[in-house]
């Protein structure tokens, strides 16, 4: 029997070790329960009487990283009153199976990280099956929403679609739950199980501008302001830019080209984040070739300089509805329809220049499940899919 050093350190207090053998690339444990004086699950009645012992492999956490076994004798009892036999429950294994329940657990944390599931199978020499079973019940649906719940979908591959929806609490940054499709009646049946309490719970609904997610928010989130995303809705202005910026290139020759090959990061970086020694370049380009892409870039700047000043929120809406204004009258036809679609979400743009609300944590997820994604090699069963997604929070 082993001392009661070697069972702390290998923290199986329950159980007497008799032996540990270390092979090269496993290690095994003898161990056993003591006896002890049992309740008959039958009948209640007290009894030591034994009935016969059997040795069970049960594969547990590894030790000095080798996969591990531990043979556990366990002692049948014969009840003297009515004569069945039995197996004690014991807090090292559920009933019916052969991995301890700490090993359970261990894959569980396992499964936090970044690792294919084929791969925690290994290093445990145990079944990968065995953990595509338990995924399902780690895929935890919340039963409560956050104030700020912030919704945006990305490209999962998942199940039967190729875009998945996050729920993310906007003031911790938790991932409050995966949906399996954007469309909106996967969305409608998802939060019309919420009850009432917990729908108005929701203040603020940050979204991109998807129209089915509005929708959504003023159907179910009656108390909610619905947030454009000012990441999203800033991209439009950004995309119209380089629409004209990618047609000026298209329409230089050749021998011209290589004058504008910066283009995209000069026109596109903020003109306060660019060094100075950027500039003359930066302006090369903006004379040079084209008044369309010397309006849009300026009105770009414009629209970035009202989204990050600290002026009051009002000021900022103001200067917000100008623009808008100025910009559907536009000569420029990218910035009429950038415009447009901003007239078209005016009200909830507004509201996010009033708080400090954003999807920007929604992408530190998503770029997390992208890198899941590699690892995996993609996860077409979407319960397990979303349950290594909850795992990450
Ligand atoms: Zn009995």
Redesign the pocket.
Known sequence: MLSNCTKNLLNLKDLIVKSVKNFKNSVEVYAELPISEQV?P????Y?SKIHDYYTQPIKDIPIHFKPTTIFLKKTRYE?K??S?SFYPQNDFVAKYNRKSKRLVYYIVDQLKNNIAASTIAKNLNIDAGFISKMLPYLSITNSSLPRVLCIDEFKGNSGKFKYQVALLDGETHKIVDIIECRHKHFLCSYFKKFPKEQLDNVKYLVTDLWEPYKDIGITYFRKAKIVADHFHWARYVCNALDKIRIEVQSNLPKSERKYFKHSRYLLHTRRCKLKENRYDELENILINYSENLRIAYREKECLLDIIHSSDSAEIKKNQFTEWVKRNLESSVPQLVECAKTYQHWAYEIKNSLEVPFSNGPIEGINNKIKALKRTTFGMTKFENFKARIMLLN
């Open positions: 008959c039958y009948c209640g009645t009894t009840c009153n009515c069945k």
